[in-house]
């Protein structure tokens, strides 16, 4: 068998890959993102929820950091789509309904505030970056470091009011507040005044400003917190009184709807956790009332809002770790800041719960995995809804080979496929389908480890039925059931890493509690129970200098590879990492070291193939040497194996090593070189890597030893919105992928069309004539979804059932388009049907020179909407005839066969 090359590849770079190398496409995995915690901020005139600081996307579309939700039913605008805001810091909606944002530049240096059209996403508005006529020096390579808005915030009336900040000659920063006409769009230049460093604004329901601040003084180890109410009818700011607190720091300062604000405040050293939050009126003349004797928040609490004219404490409560679900109360406080009784909110996970925003009597909170809408005035939960995928696709991803020549990805992502959610795990099929039956109850995954005969190595935190947490800290999970056997390693103490012999034992490192060196222990997967009688304890000292564990590396013919590096080994660099071999059975003592020259650890280039080993250029005869057990054999670069190196081929890269070749990457090329031979490259073998000098690869053999995960290095900018990569899983392999006939069928009883290429599809079709579709004898060539060559597409397919408000017919897609559908609500994504040839203006080229051209029945007002794919002008013209919308070339076939009617 033919080994296939698995890679993490960037989407955009497909265009790269030589016509001779075909591109395996992992379905929609354009979707996959970082979870990441984003902000919420109603609007309540136009009833919408703004989300930002998510990323730049969702569902793996770009969303420039900012995207709005229907609030009745937190739907996606998927048609508002505002571009080139970069990273949004925050959000204030203006008196015309427009956007407001605090934007971070792509530099990362300064920050502006843009104007955003409420109704056409497209203009986007620069209101300013240079904030005041300062005295900056444009010469100094710092003069825009720390420039810009800070913080803004929405008055009562067309008013905006914000803090900025730009750089003196003198190289500090001088800070303004001033405010920004948003029916206008211009700032007001005679109103300003100075504002200290950290200084917040809020404004009342009276439209006075008020600024507050909390000026750390460090060699104290306390704080001087200060706080000032202007009036902002008049031209120009008036003071109309401040206070000052010392020793205490100021949390949050939020209008109460009488014109007096809501102050959250701690004592002592620490506003952001160890303290409590006390919560307190200011009146308007900036006195304060003696503080209750009961303080309002404990240290768990995150912050407090204003609903219905009170205060209310929200708490998050973790149940037993950070990577554990957590609860959030809301804890509603009486006149004089006394806690009452609490509501408990566990529908989502609020281990990243956001400040909650107020839109009328509604509650909104972004949750981990949901926006959960509460009652304002019972704190009970109203819904709570799923977040779209937000994110980056700048995730984690670790890919690894089973024993079944399936590939596993596991890492810190969720993705939608085929209508579900996949979190932190999944598994592709040899032909890059996902396993959609391949389900285990994965909250969190560190490592994924795959074993033959058995199944896959977790480790991680693992939830029951009812979404509870258990305390078991690894799990192996059968790769064909699905089944999970959970152990607790909790007494390893701190895990290192484990290998999977793949019949009966894991080896597993750690450093357990109240002890100094690491050590490895045998777990007895049979018992489920570690073996008392094995093992080793690694040493933390070696000749030539103090060494640190780095963790194990290979398990394989009764021999454990463990390799340790310098504490000096700074960026993952190091010039001698040594891997130390023990026998399983003898242990205690290594029966070899190997000294690796400049060893790139991070990256775990280093494989064994008995009897030699392989590093670098270079491979080293691990047997044939005298061995003794009271002195270690160290083989150094100066004694390889003779016979055998990696030709000289300029900066290259091991990436595997299979039992027959060795593969390296030179820039963005692959190539190998047999084991068996002198270490030249073969002459005849090269691959064109999609992914360019980055990425990682997997070699699918089928006569392989499992490999490690390997770390995903995508050189994405996650700051830049610009970007249109995407994550995927792309096996290289120099063989064509099969041709598949594209067959319409019609049902009378509804006026259906449909088309399918999935021949097992069209079988089940053609023998149960009792589900109404009946072949139309249309057909067209096309090949299959997950083996694409150069120049084709995959073509998605979506279902929009009736059931969810939809009209029952399927919608086929490819490119940017299969992205978007994933966002319509009421539509059902199915995966990838077949791939094409895509047109050019219209036109088709000579490689598939028939046009299939998509009409539309024109009916999506009654709910009844339909499309047809047609191969003929007499096809097109005899819809068209019945009132049908001819919506251009959307396919490329080589070969079509018309209906006869």
Known sequence: MKPVLYAVALLSSLAATTAHALLLINPDLSGLADRVQPQIQADIPSNRLYLYGFGTRIHGVPFADLARLNASNNELDIAWRP????????????????????????????????????????????????????????????????????????????????????????????????????????????????????????????????????????????????????????????????????????????????????????????????????????????????????????????????????????????????????????????????????????????????????????????????????????????????????????????????????????????????????????????????????????????????????????????????????????????????????????????????????????????????????????????QNAFDPDWRIELPNVVPGGAYRYSGLRHVDRGALWIMIAPQNCFGGQCGSVRALRYDIEQGKVPRATLLLPVYWLDNGRFWVREPYAYSGDFRYALDGNPIRTDVPLELTPSSPASGWRLEDRGYQQLVSVTDAHAYARVGGVILRARLDGSGATESDWKIDSPLGASGDIVVNDADIAPLPALLLNSGWDPFDPTSESSLSIAPLDPRGNSPREVVEYYHAGIDRYFITGVPSEQAALDANPSLGLARTGMRFMAKEAYVVEAGLNPVCRFYSPPNAGGSNSHFFAQGETCQWGRLWSNLRPEGYDFSVVPPTGGSCPSSAPVPVTRVFNNRAASNNGNHRYVVSTTSKLRMLARGWVDEGVVFCASAVVDTPS
């Open 83 to 526: 571009e080139g805001t970069g990273r949004v810091l925050d959000l204030a909606t203006g008196a015309n309904g427009d956007v407001f944002v605090v934007s971070l530049e792509k530099t990362r240096i300064r920050r502006s505030l843009l104007q955003i059209s409420a109704s056409s996403p497209a203009v986007v508005t620069k209101v300013f970056d240079e904030i005041f006529p300062l005295a900056t020096d444009p010469q100094s390579a710092n003069a825009d470091f720390g420039a810009g808005v800070h913080r803004i915030a929405r008055g009562s009336d067309r008013w905006l009011y914000f803090v900025a900040a730009d750089r003196l000659a003198s190289g500090d920063l001088s800070f303004r507040v001033g405010r920004v006409d948003t029916i206008a769009g211009a700032v007001d230049s005679a109103w300003t005044l100075p504002a200290p460093h950290a200084a917040r604004i809020s404004v009342t329901s009276d439209n006075d400003l008020v600024i507050y601040a909390t000026l750390d003084d460090s060699r104290r180890q306390m704080h001087d917190s200060r706080l000032a109410r202007y009036a902002t009818s008049e031209s120009t700011p008036r003071l109309l009184c401040s206070r000052e607190d010392p020793g205490r720091a100021y949390t949050e300062a939020i209008d109460d709807g009488q014109g007096s604000v809501f102050l959250g405040l701690t004592d002592g050293a620490d506003p952001t956790g160890g303290k409590p939050i006390t919560v307190t009126r200011v009146n308007r003349d900036c006195s304060m009332p003696r503080l209750p004797s009961q303080v309002s928040g404990s240290v768990n609490a995150l912050g407090f809002f204003v609903a219905n004219g009170r205060a209310v404490v929200y708490e998050r409560q973790l149940i037993d770790s950070y990577l554990s679900p957590a609860t959030l109360d809301l804890i509603p406080l009486d006149s004089d800041g006394t806690r009452l009784a609490s509501v408990t909110l566990a529908v989502a996970d609020y281990s990243y719960a956001t400040r909650p925003s107020v839109l009328g009597d509604a509650i909104y909170i972004a949750a981990r995995t949901a926006i959960t809408t509460v009652d304002a005035s019972s704190l009970q939960i109203r819904r709570s809804a799923p977040l779209p995928l937000m994110g980056s696709p700048s995730t984690q991803v670790k890919i690894a080979r089973l024993e079944s020549g399936e590939v596993l990805m596991s890492g810190t992502f969720e993705t939608m496929l085929e209508g579900r959610v996949y979190t932190n795990l999944l598994k592709l099929r040899r032909n890059g389908a996902p396993d959609t039956t391949w389900t285990p109850r994965v909250r969190f995954v560190g490592d994924a480890i795959p074993a033959p005969r058995g199944g896959v190595l977790l480790s991680g935190t693992f939830t029951n039925e009812r979404g509870e947490a258990l305390a078991a800290t690894h799990a192996l999970v059968n790769y064909a059931t699905a089944a999970i056997t959970y152990i607790d390693w909790s007494r390893l103490g701190t895990f290192g890493g484990a290998v999977y012999d793949g019949d009966r034992y894991i080896y597993a490192s750690g450093v357990a509690s109240g002890q100094m060196r690491p050590e490895i222990r045998r777990f007895d997967v049979a």
